[in-house]
């Protein structure tokens, strides 16, 4: 594959043969070198290729480094003997020098570096939480005044959007949960004798918890990554710095529509959640305990009370404040990648559902405190 002829004792004539692709052993650049050093007096170096057969990157690699330490040496290259489409990539291989220190191998900074970097990174974040949720405190007050601009068919989009457009899956999701509350609580309550409490199961944890925390976790999945999404894409497109040089605020323009939607709709699909965990519990019950359709509805009206109902509404508006917040901050955050939308989403979903777990506790804690 490789071999080598002397004219003169000033030139060297590598000669390429066979194949030259990247899966098959190919010589090493070093043979050329070491040929330059066994001989004295050579000043010139070519190349006949006409046994050449396939080649690929592999012989571009091998005839660079050749290039590389010709041009060390002192030593001319003339490519004439090889093949024109090997020569126009060289060519451009060569035409702009590598810049110094490109290839500088990537060092492990000190773990005392680690940790500053870490630390004015987490800084750097909560202090733009800080100040994203003064622009939006000062953009409710401003709603509230009248004064806020934003379109009002994106609010009614996004009320679609977030409302109408989730039932399905949040039907799916609430009559589920309440089949496996439901089925659950059938297997203890049954070896005393105590089915019919299933109704009190079933009605309480859905409307007081559990309909309002799996309607949450759904619209941070779906909505609240939606959010980041779009807005993490306005921002590599630098539309949301092109409503800030129009004079928009991007804060009343692009989040309000969405925190409003959602307090808004929250509170409904709650509702609906509630009325399909009834549901998938009354399933249970009347299919595997025998209890029938009216005896579960009176049973599950006797349990439940309107305070059960206001917690579970609370809750999940405010939850939706959560999620839309979370989704709007992580997207306006955002970076100019499209890799940093994928890590917007996916951080806009995590700190939803976070958000939603640490609010719960709070709510039942001051619920307990209360009396409520």
């Known amino acids: 594959m490789l071999a080598f002829h002397r004219p003169d004792t000033n030139t060297l004539v590598v000669r390429i043969a066979g194949d030259w692709v990247s899966g098959n052993p190919l010589p090493p650049a070093g043979e050329v070198e070491r040929e330059l050093s066994s001989g004295p007096g050579v000043r010139r170096v070519a190349f006949e290729a006409a046994a ?60 005392l570096a680690r940790v500053g970097a870490a630390a004015e990174k987490a800084w750097k974040s909560n202090r733009d939480t800080v100040t994203f949720v ?92 939606a959010f980041a999404a779009k807005l993490g894409t306005m921002q590599v497109n630098e539309e949301i710095d092109a409503l800030k040089t129009m004079g928009f605020s991007p804060i009343e323009f692009l989040v ?3 925190m409003v939607a959602l307090f808004l709709m929250m509170p409904l699909l709650c509702l609906y959640a509630d009325l399909m965990g009834v549901l998938g519990g009354m399933i249970v019950g009347v299919s595997m305990l025998d209890l029938g359709l009216m005896q579960y509805y009176l049973q599950t009206r006797a349990a439940v009370n309107l305070n059960n109902l206001w917690i579970g509404l609370f809750m999940s508006a405010v939850f939706g404040v959560l999620v839309a917040f979370s989704g709007c901050l992580r997207g306006i955050q955002c970076g100019r990648s499209a890799s940093a939308v994928g890590e917007a989403t996916t951080s806009a979903v995590v700190t939803g559902i976070v958000s939603i777990i640490v609010a719960t506790a709070v709510i039942n804690v001051i619920c307990n405190v209360l009396g409520i």
Do not use: N
Not at 60 to 73: E, G, H, I, W, Y
């Open 52 to 111: 050449l057969g396939k080649w690929d990157s592999g012989l571009l690699t091998f005839l660079l480094k050749v290039f590389d330490r010709c041009s060390a040496a002192g030593v001319a290259v003339e490519k004439t003997g090889l093949p024109p489409g090997v020569v126009r990539l060289l060519d451009l291989a060569t035409a702009v020098p590598e810049r110094k220190g490109a290839r500088r191998e990537e060092k492990r900074d000190p773990f």
């Open 256 to 258: 309000l529509p969405r």
């Open 134 to 225: 003064g622009d939006v405190a000062v953009a409710v007050l401003r709603l509230f005044r009248g004064k806020a601009r934003f379109r009002r068919s994106d609010l009614l989009e996004v009320i679609q959007e977030c409302g109408a457009q989730a039932l399905p899956i949040v039907s799916l999701i609430s009559v589920l949960v309440g089949l496996i509350l439901a089925f659950v609580g059938a297997i203890q309550l049954k070896a005393f004798g105590a089915q019919l409490y299933v109704a009190d199961l079933v009605g309480i944890a859905m409307v007081r918890e559990m309909a309002a925390i799996m309607t949450g976790i759904i619209v941070a999945g779906r909505t609240g990554a």
